[in-house]
């Protein structure tokens, strides 16, 4: 009872808070995650998914899955994709931080209103540019065609190149608030004396661009590259929704490949392999992550 008394104590109360959360997180995020990795050295097919002894497979589903043609396209896929719009959407909100930093009117508005793409839910997006790319009723096909700049309508989303690119479209469009907004707080944060006092010296705009401003926004940069990484190579529901990972399995990302051989061709333990491929390579970016903040700290 005096242990009891002594776990209540003000200074233990932090650990009652944290409590429901942990325990949420240990059952719904680590448990399926440990299983996954058990399932990834079974063989567990629908044949033996309700065997009370599932056969051990060892390293052959990693294996089988590196010999893939399909794994190695969807994660080529996924390279591509994550660094296309990595780069696009970082230089698209760097420059839009750049400029709602400047003092103007309607600059707070509009930046918020610009902040929108983020905020609608991504399924809703998918349907969207799914629709705004489509064949016969799609906007760009309308406005292009209006404009006599193609006789035919083009298939954007049944065509493996211009799928791609219809998809990168898509996710660029969503990240560009994520990178402005970030940025825009980093820039916050540089004293203005600094330039001020750059400006007394004589230095130009490029100068206190390259001196100044791109030297300490050096951790923020890091920051949004690192996490856009981290949410853009997991990219699922964007895919699903738009392409299903075709045509001709040209746009499959990891996630949706190994959403394809668990539930679509019932290859639970190789699907399993693919999602654990996929959650190692997180966890090496996560890990550049958590080493940028702390030098940042």
């Not at 932090?14 to 299983?35: D, E, H, R, S, T």
């Not at 970082?90 to 930093?101: K, V």
């Not at 825009?184 to 001020?196: A, Q, R, V, W």
């Amino acid at each position: 009872m005096k242990r009891i008394k002594q776990f209540f104590r003000y200074d233990n109360a932090g650990w009652l808070y944290v409590f429901p959360a942990f325990a949420y997180m240990l059952y719904f995020v680590g448990y399926p995650i440990l299983q996954n990795i058990v399932l990834s050295f079974q063989d567990v097919t629908m044949r033996t998914l309700t065997a009370p002894d599932k056969p051990f497979a060892g390293l052959a589903n990693y294996i089988d899955i590196f010999k893939d043609r399909v794994f190695r396209t969807s994660l080529v896929n996924t390279l591509v994709f994550t660094v296309s719009c990595l780069v696009i959407q970082f230089l698209i909100g760097f420059a839009l931080a750049l400029f709602f930093n400047q003092n103007f009117k309607f600059a707070k508005p509009v930046r918020g209103l610009l902040m929108m793409p983020w905020m609608i839910p991504i399924t809703v997006t998918a349907l969207m540019f799914k629709f705004i790319f489509g064949t016969d009723v799609g906007i760009l096909n309308y406005i292009l065609s209006s404009l006599g700049l193609i006789k035919e309508n083009i298939e954007w989303l049944t065509t493996p190149g211009t799928a791609m690119f219809a998809l990168i479209c898509a996710n660029v469009w969503i990240g560009i608030p994520f990178n402005m907004i970030l940025i825009s707080t980093g820039l916050t944060t540089i004293p203005k004396e600094l330039y001020e006092s750059a400006s007394i010296d004589g230095a130009g705009k490029g100068q206190t661009f390259f001196k100044i401003t791109l030297p300490l926004l050096r951790p923020t940069i890091e920051s949004v590259l690192i996490l856009g990484f981290i949410y853009t190579f997991k990219v699922f529901d964007l895919v699903y929704v738009m392409t299903s990972g075709g045509p001709v399995n040209s746009t499959h990302m990891l996630s949706t490949y190994s959403y394809k051989l668990s539930f679509e061709m019932f290859k639970y333990s190789k699907g399993s392999a693919v999602a654990n491929v996929l959650l190692v390579i997180l966890l090496i970016a996560g890990s550049f992550y958590l080493k940028a903040t702390k030098e940042e700290e």
